[in-house]
Structures are given as C-alpha cells and as structure tokens.
C-alpha cells in the first residue's frame, strides 16, 4: 500500500496472533468509529477484559480471542506433568470462558482447544503447547473460509439492486473477514449487486451505528443508518427485500438469540412479508441447548443505557434500567438459516441435524 493511502478500517485484522510478541491483538471496537487503536494483549486478564468490554466482539470474533488467549496462556503454564499441565489449563479456560455467556462460539473454541490437549495428552508439554498453537491459527483461518461460503450461499437467497436490513455488527468486525450477515453484501457488492442497505443503529452500544455502517462505507457500499425504531417504518414502505443478521447462539429448534431488538425485526418482518435469515456459523448452532427458553441472555450494567454516549445521563439519577444483551427469536420467525453446509429451514429440529451431517461428512474427506 502507498504511504500516502489511508489506511482503511478494512485493512486491519479484527482479531490475529501476533507470533513475534506472544500476543492477542485486536482493535478496539469501543473506540470505532472515531479512532484506531490497535491493542497488544499477552495477560490473561487483559484478554478476559477485552473481551467483557467488547473491545473484541461478535460471536466468531470471541471464539478466535478465546483460542488464541487459551494458547497464549498454556505458553506460560508451568508444569512438571501432564496433569499438572492440564489443571492449569482447565483453570484458565474456566476464566476466559465466564468473560461473556451468551454467545456459544466463546465455549465451542476453548472446548475445542481442550480437546486439542487431551488428544496429545501423551506427548511432552512443549509439544502440546505447539499443536495448540496450530489448532488457534486454524480456527483462525478457517472463520475466513466459513464466512465467505455463508455469503455464497446467502447470495442466492437476493437479487441485484435489493434492500436488505441488518441488525447490530455482524460484520467483518465480528468475524476474520466478510462478517456472516455482511458475506452476501460484501461479495454481491464484487458482483455488482448494488444493494442499498439498512443498518440499525443498535441501542444501546450501537453497533449498527458505530460499526456496521462505519465498515459498510469505508468499503463503498450504500448503507443507511436508521434508528431501532424505524425498521417497521422502512419495511412498510416496500424498500427492505430481506433481512440478514448474525446470531450469538441458535438452539437445536432453531430459535436463536442475537443482539436485543432483533426479535422486534422478525416480527415487523413477519407482518411484512420480508423474509428474515440468520447467518450462523455451524460454531454458532448449539444442538445441546434444546430451545430458546434455556439460553442464557447477558444482562449489562445500567450505565451502557443511561450514560454512555450521553455528556449527561439521559434518564433521572437511580431509575431502574433493565440491559439485556440479547434476545430470543422464535423459530417460526425465520426464513432459514445460513451456514457454511447450506441453508436450514423449517423444520429446524431436523434440517440443522443435517447441516451437521453435512460437515461431519465434509471433514471425513479432509
Ligand atoms: C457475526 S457476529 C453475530 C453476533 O455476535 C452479533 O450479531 C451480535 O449480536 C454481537 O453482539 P456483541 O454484544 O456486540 O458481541
């Protein structure tokens, strides 16, 4: 790149492994979109409190953190045995694991880097530590590819010149690269699609605002912000033809918690007739939680409503403030499901078995 090009948001990494320095190095999200500033995390708290703060965020965006911050921690394990080895690590996996509890891909990655030291359980600490770090820059990689094939796949679902409406960031900032709800714009927009875009803005951290539309732009396409409130109102006028949002966590009937008010734009979709797709990763889709009803939905502090953003706060001192992170959208309210194996649709109970099937059948042939 010129030195005279300014550098684009796009240009950097949302989350990587930086080898020279034993680091996590991420950019941090809570300053977007007025500041850059690229953060170099080695201590485990540092990475736990990146992540609760949501300096790096977005379901597959954690997962990466996490894989990355477990090897960087079993680095530092001192241990004479492999069970020695083994207690540290499940300790500091238990730690990054509590940092945020909704969005799955947190556990899926740190259960699969246990995994990692369990397969290797006979080799020497050293040669664990090395198949762990093998597996963190694979997870890594493979977020990439899962993406791009969601978007192609999700590119079948819309037509050239369509309105489609997003929710929250689940965008390249939530991801390695393309974003999964962002994938079909990003690769209709290689194609000549020109989609016109909405973007809530998101309340009340305003990932919509501050990062979907930040993003969408920066890389030339035509997005508009509108507030939550709004999205019924540009349904209604005909200018929305589909819906695409990310997800923290799809239950195995399909019901699937994302970032609060997206259950609000399925029902306004709904009664418009728009359809509504999630873009989920398979490391998204939790088949052991049988429905919404048993997702945990994080609940934020009060002062994320009433003071941030705000010089002053915005609601009377000691008002009771309820802050849920996420919400629950009922199967019925979606159109399909778009994964890296091909797109579910009702029923879900068995349509994502077979996405599953799918993969396991993909990885065999590896
Ligand atoms: C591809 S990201 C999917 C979801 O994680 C995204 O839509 C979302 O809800 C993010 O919430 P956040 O609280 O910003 O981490």
Redesign the pocket.
Known sequence: MSEDKKKSIMDYDTVALDEENHALVIID?TKLPYNTEILSLTKQEDIWSAIYL?QV??????GVAAAIGIYLAAREIEASDFEEFYQKFRKAKDYLDSA?P??V?LSWALKRMEGIVLDNKDKPVAEIVEELHKEAVKIREEDIWV?KTIGEYGLTLVNPGDGLLT?????QL??VKY???TAPMYLGQERGYHFRIFSDETRP?L?GARLTSFELKESGLDVTVICDNMSASVMRKGWVNAVF????RVAANGDTA??IG?SMVALAAKRYGVPMYI?A?TS?IDLNTPTGKEIHI?ERPASEVVEMWYEKPMAPEGVKVFNP??DVTDHDLIAGIVTEYGIAREPYSESLKEIFRRKQEALKDE
């Not at 965020?57 to 954690?62: C, E, H, S, T």
């Not at 929710?167 to 965008?171: E, L």
């Not at 949002?245 to 923290?248: A, E, F, K, L, T």
Request: one cysteine or more; charged letters at 15%.
């Open positions: 999200q949501l965020r977005g379901a597959p965006a954690i945020r909704t969005a891909n993406c929710h929250c960031n689940a965008g939530a991801t974003g999964t709800a951290l990932q949002v990310g997800c923290d994302n970032k997206t873009c990763p998204t994080e992170a996420f």
